[in-house]
């Protein structure tokens, strides 16, 4: 190593400061939890009686008739441009399912849930891109998440359900420690030791739901989901001495020195959701619900890392003009001001009798406004409103025989996300990026296989 070592990770640590991955929320808010819930746009607040209730609401547990297990596979698949050339973000793709039974609880009629989100590429992902790159902020590693939710739900009376659970992400922390001398005229010389210290740590976050049987064939349901942030920290520290000579020599000059780095990275946040949904069957085949959204997206920080930096070199008197280099200070973050928004959803199921067993044809649309606002100053992270198409059925069969008690289901969905083009203009005429448009679609795919014993 040379005598600026230490001098010279000043500006590393810097640079850092500008960099920061993609924010990645619950890639369930995006596509949806399983086949069926995909087919409807998501608006199953009020309906769902099937394992998407340890998503869409804890509540839906209770509408299990017995022991059910759901097992899929999605592939989700955007094409994202920044005039008009594609930006390659990543497919995503990987498995769903869960478990699932009804029983009593203190003589309550009682179920419990688990479900798992689980891609098959990555468990989870951290990009790091300057604030000032063009970047698809809700797009970019937004489903490299895995996700795993535990639920439970009663029926206090007929005509309600009360459903509760936790979901689970992982955080990192660690930490990188040196020590030792580092000789200024040959590297093969110096002596350093080195620690490293990490931890995968449990992330969870709240969420509960209802269901109320109203008159008129309706049931209303509600959905809270609370907020939740995954961090990545570093603290790295370098302490030691700079040996001018021979380690061996007593006289040789020695600068001993410190330097320290601490960073914090928002890798990944959900907003918090309140979520009210109106299911109507109007008559046994028939089933439509709205589904109304709020979603808290003016809490999100800017995810551009942050960072302390500490340099301390203990110059001895009488070296001249040899002084502490200033460290650089780092580039600020800008706010980000995204927006709190609703979100409208609609979903219509028609079941078809085939004999004993039954066919589900399924539509639904949704609309969801972009929380992020016009990046006129250095930041680039970009978005756009999204209109999303939904199709989908359903085949549930019965009576196969000993082998196969129950219903058996196969389900199959498709949804095609439309984002309009958005134009992005830039106040300063000399912005190194330039005004740009953007657009695209995502189209997902989704297939789920149950079996519910009856």
Do not use: C
């Not at 001249?320 to 780092?330: E, I, S």
């Not at 019965?398 to 996300?417: E, H, K, T, V």
């Amino acid at each position: 190593m040379r005598p600026r070592t230490l001098t010279r990770l000043a500006p590393l640590a810097a640079s850092l400061s500008v960099f920061a991955p993609g924010v990645a929320a619950n890639p369930l808010d995006m596509y949806g939890f399983g086949a069926r819930h995909l087919s409807l746009a998501s608006a199953t607040t009020a309906s769902t009686r099937d394992l998407a209730s340890n998503y869409a609401n804890p509540a839906g547990l209770r509408g299990l008739s017995g022991f059910r297990a759901e097992v899929g596979y999605f592939f989700a698949n955007p094409s994202l441009r920044t005039d008009g050339r594609d930006n390659a973000v990543d497919p995503s793709h990987g498995i769903v399912g869960g478990l699932g039974a009804p029983g009593r609880l203190f003589g309550l009629p009682f179920a419990f849930g688990i479900g798992f989100h689980l891609p098959d590429n990555q468990l989870s992902q951290v990009r790091a891109i300057p604030q000032s790159q063009p970047r698809w902020e809700l797009y970019s590693v937004r489903m490299q998440r895995l996700y795993i939710a535990a639920n439970v739900a009663i029926s206090p009376t007929r005509w309600m359900r009360l459903g509760v659970g936790l979901a689970f992400m992982a955080s990192t922390r660690g930490g990188l420690g040196i020590e030792g001398q580092i000789v200024a005229t040959g590297a093969s010389g110096s002596q350093l030791r080195h620690t490293v210290d990490a931890d995968l740590t449990a992330v969870r976050y709240l969420q509960a739901g209802a269901q109320f049987d109203l008159p008129r064939r309706l049931t209303l349901g509600v959905t809270f989901r609370d907020e939740f942030r995954l961090d990545t920290r570093l603290d790295a520290a370098l302490t030691g001495q700079i040996v001018v000579g021979a380690l061996s020599n007593p006289t040789a000059l020695r600068i001993p020195g410190y330097y320290g780095l601490r960073s914090r990275t928002l890798t990944a946040f959900q907003p918090r959701q309140v979520v009210v949904g109106l299911a109507w069957r109007p008559t046994p085949r028939w089933l439509v619900e709205l589904d109304l959204g709020w979603v808290q997206w003016s809490r999100y920080e800017n995810p551009t890392a942050s960072t302390e930096v500490t340099l301390e070199l203990a110059i001895p008197p009488g070296l001249g003009t040899l002084r502490q280099p200033t460290v650089p200070q780092p580039a600020l973050r800008e706010a980000m001001r995204f927006s709190d928004r609703i979100v409208p959803r609609i979903g219509a199921e028609y079941l078809m009798p085939l004999g004993q067993h039954t066919l589900a044809l399924r539509g639904g649309y949704h609309y969801d406004p972009s929380p992020v606002p016009a990046q006129a100053g250095v930041t680039n992270f970009i978005d756009a409103s999204r209109h999303v198409v939904a199709l989908g059925l359903g085949l549930s069969l019965r009576g196969l025989g000993r082998l196969i008690p129950g219903r058996l289901g196969l389900d199959l969905g498709a949804s095609l996300q439309v984002l309009p083009e958005r134009v992005v203009s830039k106040a300063d005429p000399n912005d190194p990026v330039g005004d740009y448009r953007v657009g695209g679609t995502a189209l997902t795919l989704a297939s789920t296989l149950s079996l519910e014993l009856e």
